[in-house]
């Protein structure tokens, strides 16, 4: 069983990008197991000086559920043209820890409208040592909408994207994990 970590980047309870993530849960393939992560609203603002012996609580957990994924989803919002602030903090507490180095992520997106998010969140985690997987990130338009998780599952365009999009992650997951016993 391959295990796939989700996160909205939005605290909103309507957010499209959590729409998306349950949505995930929904359409996934056989073999692949995904898990929400719902603690970023429970993370404190990052700051080094928490981050010694003892770290806080939510942080430890967001770091252990990061260790268990072979593969993480991250469904943003754009605020002002940058990464959604709580989103950032959750990245700045994985910087330093040796949990996500290496981790293939796929970038999936609620809005056509957001052009800087993405690529910021890219140049991101490309320098935490992180993996973008091009062919696992994509823009699922829900904006606006009001679409549960269950219709998105139900729309056969919507749930064949995202299903190819768990498919690219995890075939991206398991060659990475085929050349590291190389
Ligand atoms: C204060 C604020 C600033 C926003 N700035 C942008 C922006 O710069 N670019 C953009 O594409 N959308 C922007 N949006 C729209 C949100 O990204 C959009 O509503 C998105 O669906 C929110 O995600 P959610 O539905 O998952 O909560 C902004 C929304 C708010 C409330």
Redo the contacts with the bound molecule.
């Keep these: 069983m391959m295990r796939i970590l989700a996160i909205?980047?939005?605290?909103?309870a309507?957010?499209?990008?959590?729409?998306?993530v349950e949505a995930l849960g929904l359409v996934a393939p056989p073999g692949v197991e995904v898990a929400i992560y719902a603690g970023l609203g429970d993370l404190p603002h990052f700051n080094p000086d928490l981050d010694g012996d003892a770290p806080p609580a939510a942080v430890l957990e967001l770091r252990r559920q990061i260790g268990l994924c072979d593969g993480l989803v991250i469904?943003?919002?754009?605020?002002?043209?940058?990464v959604?602030g709580t989103m950032k903090n959750a990245l700045d507490w994985l910087v330093a820890s040796l949990e996500f180095a290496g981790t293939p992520v796929a970038l999936i997106n609620?809005?056509p409208?957001?052009?800087?998010?993405q690529p910021q969140m890219r140049e991101t985690l490309t320098v935490m040592s992180g993996e973008v997987v091009d062919a696992a990130s994509l823009t699922i338009p829900?904006?606006?909408g009001k679409m549960t998780a269950a219709e998105v599952a139900a729309d056969p365009e919507m749930s064949a994207r995202l299903r190819a999009a768990l498919e690219a992650l995890v075939d991206h997951a398991r060659k990475a994990l085929t050349s590291s016993r190389v």
């Excluded at 409208?113 to 998010?117: M, P, Q, V």
């Design positions: 909205s980047g939005s605290l909103r309507a957010s499209a990008n959590s729409r998306l469904c943003s919002p754009e605020y002002a043209y940058g959604a609620a809005s409208f957001s052009e800087f998010a829900l904006q606006g």
